[in-house]
């Protein structure tokens, strides 16, 4: 096998669950509220809610990854999200739930140990369900500054993909594993 040849590129990847259509148009409408110049807003088709952050694997560890992951017990993830919050730090706006779900936190748990079984070291950071509305934000968000609840509504997850390009990042589905529910 050459060097750079597919079975040895690096690909960056991430678990994540994927929002229904009718979420989707709801974080839109989230995303249209928010004010100018708060940072840089998440394109609406990179719109998720990661699972298990993975980072870079190559051909076995993709493998692995898309193989144990077939054999999960898939929830449908139905929740509200209604609090906004920002992590400084890294300069991300998001919008989280008042609780979490018993299968989505169930659903994240076996995520990491798919990791685990494959090699991969998971995040030692509690799993805090959220979706990122901006990036780059620089400002201090403004005091009171609410959104409409959005009504998060899924059936199963995926294995996502982050490619790098012209105009930014994207993100692509590698597997998609539906809900039994």
């Not at 209604?82 to 998001?94: I, K, P, S, T, Y």
């Not at 299968?103 to 991969?120: D, F, K, N, P």
């Not at 998060?152 to 590698?174: D, P």
Request: charged share 20%; hydrophobic share 40%; with cysteine.
């Amino acid at each position: 096998m050459s060097a750079g040849s597919p079975e040895e590129r690096l690909t960056r990847v991430f678990f994540a669950a994927l929002p229904e259509r009718r979420t989707l148009r709801e974080l839109e409408t989230a995303l249209q509220g928010l004010p100018p110049g708060l940072g840089r807003r998440v394109p609406v088709g990179n719109l998720h809610l990661t699972l298990a952050f993975v980072g870079g694997v190559v051909g076995e560890g993709l493998a692995c990854l898309r193989e144990k992951a077939q054999r999960l017990d898939t929830p449908d993830i139905d929740m509200s999200l209604m609090h906004l919050g920002c992590f400084n730090r890294a300069g991300v706006l998001w919008l989280g739930p008042d609780g979490v779900p018993a299968g989505l936190s169930a659903l994240a748990r076996e995520l990491a140990g798919v990791l685990a079984e494959c090699g991969i070291v998971a995040e030692t950071r509690a799993f805090s369900p959220h979706v990122t509305l901006a990036r780059r934000v620089r400002r201090h968000v403004p005091d009171g500054l609410k959104l409409p609840p959005v009504v998060w509504r899924s059936h199963g997850f995926a294995l996502m993909e982050s490619v790098s390009g012209e105009h930014g990042v994207c993100y692509r589905i590698v597997e998609r594993y539906r809900s039994h529910g």
